[in-house]
């Protein structure tokens, strides 16, 4: 593949553009203007914020510039501006912009949020007047009059529901026709404000509006107004919540064939043709570099398929539903996006095996929703066989799997695993990392499957080899300390060094430091940092003899689990002042408590 395309060009070119700028505005002014206006475009769309907001206000024609936007590119780029400081934006924007706008900010689930709804009139009332009725004339009454019902209440003398003295304090009018009392004092200044604006300028709205307050029915206005809403937001990939649950459906990966895609049948729609000339926009802004996804992505765009990016973009809408992700919250948004594009990158990889002629075929043939599906499914597998793995032992037994048992980080990672959506602990594949996070390749995947056989392998080993239950092995939970496999594997070596068995009884401390002279190299009193060749050598000789029986996999395995407990145990104790043994602070054996 090429080292650049589409999505990697224009943000250099328009930040030579803006570098220019701050040197000499006039010729950078010029420069701009002189380009085709679908380049304008793609230059305004490939930076963010307030980069991108400079270039339009370069244009002769910034309003054909901003309107020419998605509107979701418009709303994100209020949002990383601020909506407060970039009025000069939404004056510029179209009605649907502006709409767009409101259905993400101003409801939660099926509810107004009235106090955002008045965030935004006050912002709209900010704008030049014209511009404002337009933006208002264009949201659906019905909103409106939900908003209004919540903080007025309006009074016809010539049709009275109620009975009530006009000439009250508490009451204004702007045409002695309709007389309003604001329920709320802190929202007077504004509720009058824009019902001021739209009886100066459209007096059909206005009396249309307070007739609603007076006679539609609060919840069925609302509802009207929320099914407006959802029958747009579908159209942008904002389906309801059920719908859009069916990306994170369970598909068997080996089932998924490319050969079987239908896409390149049909072509892209209108929606996503709209993103051809978009480059680097908010949806790809968080691609990681050197990321597969990233590099498919390029090499489409670099044929032509630039459309994709809009379907890119409904698949994050509808994952911004299922996970209840509020689109206001940038981070959170951000961090979702990263999600998605593990997920696709994680499915491209397994249907390619990493071949990037292999995944264009696939992004041209199969939908990203279904390659997203691929791809969660891959760890949704892995937790279906972990599952197995704990139930086909009795150490994990019980309402929720005992994962006490597995020493970190094999516990850790099983947690994250056993979740709804599988996580990988990166303590795994980082020895000092401590976080959750999604699968991002298929190494991840590899190693998640040899770190199940692994904890089969271990439970195996206390089990069928050892021939322990997790009722054989005592109390071990005395002071609070908590046993793992390691812990009953290094008590039943001390056990068969000091009494010649290999059992995971219970040690005192002189057994315990009867175990230790003999395991460690000794100088003075302190524990050296070596264990005796000889013990070492008989250990390893005796799990050798018990795991002779044991099919080769599993044996090298339950070997390499024995090696890694002796390293432990090295680490650990070496340096420990045997004259100053206390259980409280001795890790990895049941002791007794005096």
């Not at 970039?86 to 502006?98: D, G, M, N, V, W």
């Not at 066989?385 to 597995?406: A, C, V, Y």
């Not at 070997?559 to 890694?564: P, V």
């Amino acid at each position: 593949m090429k080292d650049s395309g589409p999505i990697e060009i224009m943000p250099f070119k328009a930040q030579q553009i803006l570098k220019l700028f701050k040197k000499d505005p006039l010729e950078a002014e010029r420069r701009f203007n002189a380009l085709p206006f679908i380049e304008k475009v793609a230059l305004v769309l490939s930076v963010r914020g307030k980069d991108r907001e400079r270039l339009i206000l370069l244009s002769k024609e910034p309003e054909r510039l901003v309107q020419r936007m998605p509107e979701e590119e418009f709303y994100y780029t209020l949002k990383e501006i601020g909506e407060r400081d970039a009025l000069t934006l939404l004056e510029l924007a179209s009605p649907k912009q502006i709409a767009f706008c409101l259905d993400l900010e101003v409801w939660k689930k099926n509810r107004l949020k009235p106090q955002e709804m008045l965030k935004w009139i006050e912002l709209l009332l900010d704008c030049d007047e014209e511009r404002a009725v337009e933006a208002f004339r264009n949201l659906d009454q019905e909103l409106l009059i939900t908003l209004l019902q919540r903080y007025l209440k309006v009074y016809k003398p010539d049709a009275p529901i109620e009975e009530v003295e006009l000439d009250r304090d508490d009451l204004f009018t702007l045409d002695h026709h309709y007389y309003i009392r604001v329920k709320f004092k802190q929202a007077e200044e504004l509720i009058e404000r824009f019902l001021d604006l739209l009886f100066r300028w459209d007096q059909a709205l206005y009396r249309d509006l307070l007739e609603g307050v007076i006679w539609e029915v609060p919840g069925e206005v609302e509802e009207l107004a929320r099914r407006w809403r959802q029958g747009r937001l579908s159209d942008k990939g904002f389906p309801e919540w059920e719908e859009a649950m069916e990306i994170y459906s369970f598909v068997n990966p080996e089932l998924v064939d490319i050969d079987k895609g239908i896409k390149d049948s049909y072509g892209p729609d209108e929606e996503m043709k709209r993103w051809q000339e978009v480059g680097s926009n908010f949806y790809l802004l968080p691609l990681p570099k050197g990321s597969f996804l990233k590099e498919v992505l390029e090499e489409a765009s670099r044929q032509g398929l630039d459309w994709i990016r809009g379907e890119m973009v409904l698949l994050c809408n509808k994952a911004m539903v299922a996970e209840n992700v509020d689109p206001s919250n940038l981070e959170a948004v951000r961090e979702l996006l990263l999600r998605v594009y593990d997920y696709l990158n994680l499915g491209l990889s397994f249907l390619s095996k990493g071949d990037p002629k292999e995944a264009l075929r696939a992004v041209r043939k199969l939908y990203l929703k279904e390659i997203f599906q691929l791809g969660y499914s891959l760890t949704v597998r892995l937790r279906h066989k972990l599952e197995r793995t704990l139930r086909e032992s009795p150490w994990f037994e019980g309402k929720k799997p005992r994962l006490s048992w597995l020493d970190p980080p094999l516990r850790e990672f099983a947690d994250g695993l056993l979740r709804k959506k599988p996580m990988l602990f990166e303590g795994v594949v980082e020895p000092r990392g401590v976080n959750y996070r999604p699968f991002r390749t298929l190494e991840e995947i590899y190693l998640a499957e040899e770190l199940i056989a692994d904890i089969k392998a271990i439970a195996e080993l206390h089990f069928s080899v050892y021939g322990l239950k997790p009722s054989d092995e005592g109390e071990t939970r005395k002071g609070g300390r908590e046993l793992t496999f390691k812990g009953l594997t290094l008590t039943a070596i001390a056990n068969k060094e000091v009494k010649g068995e290999f059992f995971p009884d219970t040690l005192n401390l002189k057994e315990l430091r009867a175990f230790l002279e003999e395991a460690f190299v000794v100088e003075g009193q302190r524990l050296g940092n070596a264990l005796k060749g000889a013990f070492v050598t008989r250990t390893v000789a005796f799990f050798e003899e018990i795991l002779s029986p044991v099919e080769p996999k599993q044996r090298e395995r339950m070997k390499r689990f024995l090696h890694e407990t002796l390293n432990d145990l090295l680490d650990e104790y070496q340096g420990l002042d045997l004259e100053g043994l206390d259980p409280r602070f001795l890790k990895w054996f049941m002791l007794k408590e005096s």
